[in-house]
């Protein structure tokens, strides 16, 4: 299986400041052919149901607000929320879907 | 807007088959894929399989020896059995809709703990 790790395993940002969360694969998760990598961000609020924010690395889902953004490519992957707001506060983790079975990072818990 | 609600006992016995069952709102089964996953008390969440609405299945390695998912489109549902449980089985469990087999979802349930103790 391919291990996804996260970094930090928490984050404190003030408000309006940016938030930067790292993940990593332990094996390329980019398929070349297409130049696609296949890495998913989702938002976790306390007591409520993950929600889907970037794929394909980078491409933000519909009605994700745009200061959320994804970047990175093979092993190495970020998600930067720039201008931190109250609603932000919420565990964030990646999942790979190249392999199969898909896997998922620990999660980062960013905090104001 | 696509809601997805798990329901089931939330304590199961050791050695018992976990059921589990995902009704689809808002939406309808068919045409897409299905899945289970699961968050141990502490650790990361697991992808346990999908379903496709034809019935196609696509396993974890790791559990498939104990994992049956089924899907009944005239109720919009599908649903998980899982067998032999232990503790280690203790765990949110997620129903959730893929963007094709083996990739993102899209929509999740709130989840629904199922602790696995005698």
């Known amino acids: 299986d391919i291990v996804m790790t996260q970094s930090p395993a928490s984050l404190g940002v003030s408000l309006g400041e940016r938030a930067t969360i790292n993940c990593r694969s332990n094996?390329?998760?980019?398929?070349?052919?297409?130049?696609?990598?296949?890495l998913a961000w989702y938002q976790q609020k306390p007591g409520q149901t993950p929600k889907l924010l970037i794929y394909w690395a980078s491409t933000r889902q519909s009605g994700v607000p745009d200061r959320f953004t994804g970047s990175g490519s093979g092993t190495d992957f970020s998600l930067t929320i720039n201008s931190l707001q109250p609603e932000d506060v919420a565990v964030y983790f990646c999942?790979?879907?190249?392999?199969?079975?898909?896997?998922f990072g620990p999660g980062t818990t960013v905090d104001v | 807007q696509v809601q997805l609600q798990e329901s089931g006992p939330g304590l199961v016995k050791p050695s018992e088959t976990l059921s589990l069952t995902c009704t689809v709102s808002g939406g309808s089964i068919r045409g897409y894929y299905w899945s289970w996953i699961r968050q141990p008390p502490g650790k990361a969440l697991e992808w346990i399989g999908y379903i496709y609405y034809s019935g196609t299945t696509n396993y974890n390695p790791s559990l498939e020896s104990r994992v049956t998912m089924s899907v009944d489109m005239s109720e919009n549902q599908f649903s998980l059995k899982l067998n032999s449980v232990t503790a280690a089985d203790t765990a949110v469990y997620y129903c959730?809709?893929?963007?094709?087999?083996?990739?993102?979802?899209?929509?999740w349930g709130q989840g629904t703990l199922v602790t696995v103790s005698s």
């Open positions: 999942q790979q879907y190249f392999g199969t079975p898909p896997t």
């Open positions: 959730a809709r893929e963007v094709g087999g083996g990739s993102y979802c899209d929509y």
């Open positions: 094996q390329s998760i980019l398929y070349s052919s297409i130049n696609k990598n296949y």
